[in-house]
């Protein structure tokens, strides 16, 4: 055992970039590796990592709200990157480059950050405006209200907004 | 009084899109309901957030600094999306969702941010850059310069870049 | 000596953008002038700040590798904006209003936080998977895996990711 046991990392997700979510993951993945408590906040755009691409629901939804689900990504892999035009860099050129390395994908980070428990939130207020409903999300993952993160946050070692 | 009494939240707001800006103005409303202090650091596209709608001066601006000031948003709620084509939603999209679910809008997390006593300190070497006198901002806000944010940032148990 | 003596600052640099890297390099040098410790771990885009401009090489690249390298950015000032649009504000616009308040240029906050001792590391599996050769990067940073990171971020007493 490590000397990082009992210490926090906390991670507010809001991004719903598919870049943006790699260096979170692979933090999540590395910290619970040394042993390290990790709990991720899942709000506004990071709710779309969390969404369970087997139970996409549109029962309940108003229109805005069916448009939206069916118009964004429906998991992880999905995401899109945060500078498409960034260096002319597209995201299949990414993916490419990371195979290339032998390296992980998103899916494969996230898999290993369930595996390991890493302990999700997703937040309520993110899910209301955006329609989301709880069934729709990975079956762990637990809804909760800012108070539960700055809570968490409080007690943390190292808190990062991505 | 919960125990969250006395902790320190600290923001060093960057960024100037309404969505970005959403979640810091929600964790600030949270943590103040808890107890805790709350400091917001403006800084760059920041500094719009904190803009007093009513007092724009253009007197003492150079031409960059006058054409800065009449291009850009006049305050919190004119600010634009960080992704106006992500999933194609606009702004008018996400502020429909959260007008379905009666969510507040920035400007109303902003009120309430003022009314629960969150300090506001604006980055002077922004302000300068970006032409910004100090009446243009909302009255409350502090001009301070980056070793205040540090101090501030050290004692604080939350330390966010937003 | 300041009471901040001995404090650490922790900075995870993902971003290449020229604006959210003016901050970053900002706190470096206002913290060290404190006498704080800083330590800045560049990863991903953030790779592209700590270049050598007169150290590229195109040897042992394959063609993904060698078309990134040619057309992404070859030092800290040339990096672009996060909002080319943002108000219609473009690179030359902003550094113009930064010359007019003779405010020093990424490259100047680059070349003080080198002189004051700020720490860089460099991420070893992003460099993996962009193609970087350590002889690439300026010769006092450091490779090195997140678990450097995280025992870094466990001691820091500010931690940002930016």
Known sequence: MSDQEKK???ILLFSG???????AFILANGAREMGMEVTIFCAFWGLFVVRDPEKMSSTDKDLYEKMFASMTPGNAEALPLSKMNFAGIGKTMLLNMMDNQKAPHLVDFLEGARNKGVKFYACELSMEI??????????EVEVAK?????ENASKSNINLFI
Chains 1, 2, 3 share one sequence.
Do not use: S, T, W
Request: with cysteine; hydrophobic share 40%; glycine share 4%.
């Open 8 to 10: 926090l990392l906390n």
């Open 17 to 23: 970039d598919y870049d943006k979510c790699l260096p």
């Open 130 to 139: 955006m329609g989301f409903d709880k069934e729709e999300l990975l079956p």
């Open 146 to 150: 800012v108070n539960v993160y700055l």
